[in-house]
């Protein structure tokens, strides 16, 4: 019966497709030469370069952190290459001159790229390996003043907006990952909505790892002007390897006074296979600040990758400031997940809902890790944390680690908890009802994830129902 | 209508039915009562097809094909329903979606055609009533925050919705106060008609003063050791159910 | 000293006509309080609440004297109609008890006739549910001296409370009171109950109370408690509750009397299917302290829970909750939900909360949430600028913050009575008009 069950769940990965393309790839390893070579790749200015070299050496003095709940072989970091681009890439270019092999590879993930057949509605920044290979609708983007390019770019064009928030929300010295990203990231997506601005699209940044071997080290920043508001989605896939390979990124997020930063991801890198062999080691910092009446949201379904570790959090600095975290994390087979928020209240009035859902089926482990932290200022602080686990099957497992620290006794708290087997129970139930096995599951684990897909934009909560094979109530019939 | 032979079963390494006989014809009520573990729950749960009991002799014919052949959905759409012990909570799934997908299920597997969400509540609106409940259940999700009386009304407006030919009662009544149990009891006999049947597994007495049967049985060890009119269940209350233990071994 | 004192006691405690089971009970608990002595903050279950400032009081036993009528109790009594039991000073008293409207299939006893007429039940029960390694249980077993014993047959449904009064006069002055109640529903029966504690005369006592309540399957046992002893007396009461399949316990705890209270509600859910609720408010002033531990034992699977407590605490009182639901591996389908929620109206006021959750089963589904807050400024201001005085918008806003968990009481009556002494603690005894219509 369980098998059934795990036989449902089971799907097979469907962007494990290698592209042949010829790339500019330097040799694994990592030292003072190989940042200052990414930096010199890139043309960056010297202040950058030297941030990357403070990053760098205040890596050197790091250790990798040991406290998450996940298991891996030790990474070897002079085993990796930092940098892979194509060589036909124009990042700077014009999308009509984007190499056809990697539109191709986009419309293959069903992300068309070129003018005619672009997403209506949504803005995509293409990232591949190393760089980005194109962004569309930006001019359309610039009559509202709004900012939406690749790192790079950004680098060159915007360079006081850059140095103004880089680092300013997770520095450098951060952690061990961030750190390492901070030396050797490669590119990424920037976006600036100018103050009163509502971003009239669904801006998106779409992650493909293709090359082998190689890290992706891609970072993005997001600054909301006073009163403005976007929508952000992210998407990340890779192909098929029996080789893990390393991910580690940085997201930073600036809502300033009356913003709204809405930031939808849907993480889908390759998982290894059944056996745990392969798959993506995805180490991510993803943080935002919420300066007064701003609110920013996270939204995040994690489906791929062979250890997740990925915390996306909120400083509410503010006063009255909001800060959300919605999460569905599904393990399968070996997959490993250690995932949760931050939430710390530093504002008089501020508020933090965290809704958790953690699905774990073959072998896989599931931890969620949040931290609720009410500063001694932070008068009529409010949090609302509800963490659910679903165990499909015997052999896997669910963990839940709250971190409660609270220095203000005017705070409310309340957190809600629940554990829940898919088990022969439930599916007899349904089946005595008449359903099949197959609907019964769906109807399940759709009920158990809606009210985290009700917070994702429409286009990504039909791609999240497809990946965990569902249908959601009302979205048929 | 149900036909059981000599049926036995067992749990893991453990036998729990040994060797059921009984008979339901169109029309009838029969309550199974019995002590703690006597295998009453099992009986239901085998006749619904739950896994977890294998069946390992005996048969079971209802009107006319093997039942134990057929699988628990298509138990289900033959019209063999079972008002589950312990209704489970589905979050995120609301009543109304949930009743419709089984409407619908039941339509499909007999050669209908399936209902909009507007007819269904059409066909809701007449099936509440019978367990005196509001549409505002509809919108919650299944079983989720319902008291234990709720979700025996639950049950048994599932019921009403399903239409079965055999209604399978597990413990309906339990747990309940009185008037709880009396809206369930009505609405039981409510659905009570010429060509259908119910089996009523009950620990307490008590629920058969309001859904009254046509004979009593009285399981234990795995068998039925005493079967017998509604008598039989009074007798039970006065003298509990060692002298009739007492009289089997002899 | 005080071990001492206590074993003088028992020694010195007429036997008489007790049956003999019970002396090896009374024997092994007075050893066990011997061995325990009077709780103190190094014990993990009372380290916000000492007990250290009567634990050298030479109490002595309550005798039960005294010119305490009818009329002293009117305002006590919350309705003349219902079957009352008074315990005076911790004697069961015949001339102020009324059983007169006990509904049939209710038994009501005192302790030494339910040991004689009813010896079988008495012993299959008495001190086998009250089983907490508590040295004022203990106590309590070794001592007790007189209680009430109730025993509904099975399928009889009596929804009138029966009252217990525990009474306290200036009789009671330095005296200790062990009263004992055992409460017997039988299978499918239901019945609601009241203890009620009140202090009559300002004077310092010690009561050390026990109930146990035994629940048969499909039973329902509603259970109320009010606690407005004399605020100079010190309060222990210990409820201990088994729960058969298909059973229900509510219970509820208001606490507003005493220098030192101390209650303990423990359930033991031993069979599938069954509901407990306990909820409750505490209320405290000057330096009263208040402290409440509930224990909820999920033994068995596809059992529920709820609790919710509340306090308001003015001046420089303290109150502790401390709830634990403890799930066992095998009671899988475990439904709980808790919650703590306090008002702060003085800086000086103190409460130290702690919901716990001890979880071995991996299918179950539980809820816990505390909340400590002060007055809600925003509510406040809005009633201002419409006008209501600002003392009295304080009061309201103190009383709607309470008046929630009460509305949780199924006795419409004593829903009432609970609601007016709330009041009149917050609103004086000019009742606003706006708070009688909010009632309804």
Redesign the interface.
């Known amino acids: 019966m369980s098998s059934e069950i795990e036989a449902l769940v089971g799907r097979e990965y469907q962007y494990g497709f290698v592209t042949d393309i010829d790339a500019d790839t330097i040799p694994p390893g990592l030292s003072e030469d190989v940042v200052r070579l990414i930096s010199s790749k890139k043309a960056e200015p010297t202040w950058l370069l030297d941030w990357r070299l403070k990053a760098y050496r205040r890596w050197l003095t790091m250790t990798e952190p040991t406290w998450p709940n996940v298991h891996y072989p030790a990474i070897d970091y002079q085993a990796v290459r930092y940098y892979s681009a194509p060589k036909t890439a124009k990042p700077l270019g014009s999308l009509d001159d984007v190499d056809p092999t990697l539109l191709e590879t986009y419309k293959k993930l069903g992300i068309p790229l070129n003018e005619q057949k672009m997403l209506a509605g949504v803005a995509v920044d293409a990232v591949f390996d190393s760089v980005s290979v194109g962004t569309t609708y930006k001019a359309e983007l610039a009559k509202h003043g709004i900012i939406f390019c690749s790192f790079s770019e950004a680098v060159h064009e915007h360079p006081e907006l850059i140095r103004k928030y880089l680092g300013s929300v997770v520095p450098y010295s951060d952690n061990f990952f961030a750190a390492l990203n901070s030396a050797v990231f490669s590119d990424g997506s920037f976006c600036y909505i100018p103050k009163g601005v509502k971003c009239p699209m669904e801006l998106s940044t779409y992650f493909r790892i293709n090359a082998a071997d190689t890290g992706q080290f891609e970072r993005t920043l997001i600054v909301a002007e006073e009163g403005a508001s976007v929508s952000y989605l992210e998407g990340c896939t890779a192909p098929k390897r029996s080789t893990n390979q390393l991910h580690a990124a940085v997201v930073e997020l600036i809502a300033l006074d009356d913003a709204t930063i809405k930031y939808s991801t849907v993480q889908n890198w390759y998982a290894g296979d059944e056996n745990g062999v392969g798959g993506i080691f995805n180490f991510v910092t993803k943080r935002g600040k919420a300066m007064r009446n701003a609110k920013i949201s996270w939204t995040q379904v994690e489906t791929g990758s062979a250890i997740t570790w990925k915390y996306p959090s909120v400083i509410l600095q503010g006063d009255n400031s909001v800060g959300e975290f919605y999460s569905v994390a599904v393990v399968n087979n070996m997959q490993q997940a250690d995932t949760g928020t931050k939430m710390i209240h530093i504002g008089r009035n501020t508020k933090s809902n965290i809704v958790s859902k953690g699905i774990s089926a073959g072998r896989g482990q599931n931890s969620y890790r949040g931290q609720v932290k009410v500063m001694p200022k932070a008068d009529g602080a409010r949090n609302y944390t509800q963490c659910d686990s679903m165990l499909i099957g015997n052999a896997c497992g669910a963990h839940t680690f709250p971190y409660i620290e609270i220095n203000n006794n005017t705070a409310t708290l309340e957190h809600e908890a629940s554990t829940t087997k898919i088990g022969e129970d439930q599916i007899f139930y349904l089946k005595q009802r008449g359903m099949s096995a197959e609907n019964a599951v769906s109807m399940i684990v759709a009920g158990f994830c809606k009210e985290v897909f009700k917070e994702l934009p429409m286009e990504f909560a039909l791609e999240a129902q497809q990946l965990l094979g569902i249908t959601l109530e009302g979205s048929v019939g | 209508m149900l036909e059981i032979t000599n049926l036995t079963a067992s749990a893991g390494e453990k036998d729990i039915l040994k060797g059921i006989n009984l008979s339901v014809n169109a029309g009838e009520v029969h309550a199974i009562m019995g002590p703690n573990g006597s295998g009453k729950s099992t009986l239901a749960q085998v006749l619904a097809g739950h896994p977890s009991y294998e069946v390992t002799g005996g048969t079971v014919r209802f009107e006319g094909e093997d039942l134990l052949e057929l699988a628990p959905e298509e138990r289900a759409h033959r019209g063999v329903f079972l008002a589950f012990q312990y209704p489970i909570e589905i979050p995120g799934v609301s009543n109304a979606y949930f009743l419709r997908s089984a409407y619908n299920a039941m339509r499909v597997a007999r050669g209908g055609d399936e209902v909009d969400p507007m007819e269904f509540l059409d066909v809701m609106e007449e099936k509440l009533k019978i367990v005196e409940m509001d549409d505002a259940m509809l919108s919650r999700s299944v079983n989720m925050g319902f008291s234990g009386g709720e979700k025996k009304r639950n049950e048994i407006l599932q019921m009403a919705v399903l239409e079965p030919k055999l209604a399978i009662l597990d413990e309906t009544d339990s747990g309940l106060d009185i008037d709880a149990l009396r809206v369930v009891a009505e609405g039981v006999n409510k659905l009570r008609r010429p060509d259908n049947a119910a089996i009523v597994v009950t620990h307490y007495q008590r629920l058969l003063n309001y859904i009254v049967p046509d004979y009593v049985h009285v399981l234990a060890g795995g068998r039925i050791i005493r079967s017998g009119t509604r008598e039989l269940a009074l007798e039970l209350e006065e003298k509990g159910y060692d002298w009739l233990l007492q009289e089997a071994l002899a | 000293m005080t071990i001492p004192h206590w074993q003088a006691a028992f020694a010195a405690r007429a036997g008489g006509d007790e049956p003999r089971w019970l002396a090896p009970l009374r024997q092994s608990a007075m050893a066990s309080f011997a061995a325990l002595g009077f709780p103190t903050r190094a014990l993990e279950d009372w380290h916000y609440t000492s007990l250290s400032s009567i634990a050298d009081v030479p109490y002595t036993i309550g005798s039960g004297a005294s010119s305490t009528t009818v009329a002293d109790l009117t305002p006590y009594m919350i309705n003349a109609d219902w079957p009352t039991i008074v315990l005076l000073n911790g004697r069961w008293s015949p001339a102020l008890s009324s059983l007169d409207s006990l509904p049939g299939g209710v038994l009501v006893l005192d302790l030494a006739t339910a040991w004689r007429e009813q010896p079988a039940m008495v012993q299959q029960h008495l001190g086998t549910v009250a089983v907490s390694e508590h040295a004022m249980t203990s106590l309590n077993t070794a001592l007790m001296q007189d209680g009430v014993v109730v025993v509904v047959a099975k ?1 009889v ?1 009596s929804n009138t409370p029966i009252h217990i009064l525990h009474v306290a006069d200036a009789a009671a002055e330095g005296a200790a009171r062990f009263p004992r109640t055992l409460i017997i529903a039988e ?2 029966s ?1 019945v609601t109950l009241l203890e009620s504690f009140v202090g009559l005369a300002d004077v310092a006592y010690f009561t050390n109370h026990v109930a146990e309540v035994v629940v048969g ?2 039973a ?1 046992v509603n259970h109320m408690k009010i606690q407005r002893e004399s605020e100079s007396a010190t309060h222990v009461s210990t409820t201990e509750v088994h729960q058969a ?4 316990y509510v219970n509820f705890s208001m606490a507003m009397g005493a220098t030192l209270s101390r209650t303990n509600v423990y359930t033991v859910l031993d069979g ?4 407990a609720t306990l909820n409750g408010l505490y209320l405290g002033k000057g330096t009263q302290h208040t402290d409440h531990q509930t224990r909820i034992e999920h033994a068995q699977p ?1 059992c529920f829970s709820r609790e919710l407590y509340k306090g308001v605490l003015d001046d420089a009182s303290h109150a502790v909750f401390n709830g634990k639901v403890y799930v066992h591996p095998v009671a899988q ?1 475990t439904d709980g939900k808790q ?1 703590n929620h306090t008002l ?1 109206l003085s800086p000086d006021a103190r409460i130290d909360t702690k919901p716990q ?1 001890e ?1 071995f089963a ?13 007055m809600d400024e925003a509510g406040l201001f809005y009633m201002k600028s419409r006008g209501v005085p600002s003392e009295t918008a304080r009061r309201l806003l103190t009383y709607a913050f309470a008046a929630d968990v009460l509305e949780t009481i199924e006795n419409e009556t004593v829903k009432h009575a609970l609601e007016q002494l709330t009041l009149e603690r917050y609103a004086g005894s000019a009742v606003h008009p706006v708070i009688v219509a909010r009632k309804g």
């Open positions: 399928d449904v299978r499918s239901k399957d499909n329902t399949r298909d059973s229900h599938e299917n069954c509901g596809n389908k919650s702060l959750l979880i991996d299918d179950v589904k539980c809820t816990h949430g505390a909340t400590v807050g002060r």
